[in-house]
């Protein structure tokens, strides 16, 4: 068994993009923010907008991120 962090930041072309793609591809969080009433709604995109600025670059956003690579062998294959 081995595991490894690797960088997986994420880009966008603007925020606006971001959160299309963040609200589209979270599941729970689309059914969520479709349940808001419209001003809660906008209020959260707005605050999510003024924080996610804080990753803007000449070229739209660069947010950090990592994810755990893991890796294992069972076993059975182990013993073979």
Do not use: D
């Given at each position: 068994r081995d595991h490894e962090d690797q960088?997986?930041?994420a880009s966008a072309a603007s925020v606006d993009e971001w959160w299309e793609r963040t609200a589209a591809l979270a599941g729970p969080l689309a059914g969520r923010l479709?349940?808001?009433p419209p001003e809660a709604a906008r209020a959260l995109r707005?605050?999510?907008a003024?924080?996610?600025g804080a990753y803007r670059?000449?070229?739209g956003l660069e947010i950090p991120g990592v994810?755990?690579?893991?890796?294992?062998?069972?076993?059975?294959a182990a013993a073979r």
């Open positions: 960088r997986a930041p479709a349940a808001l707005r605050r999510a003024e924080r996610i670059t000449p070229t994810c755990l690579v893991a890796t294992a062998v069972s076993p059975e």
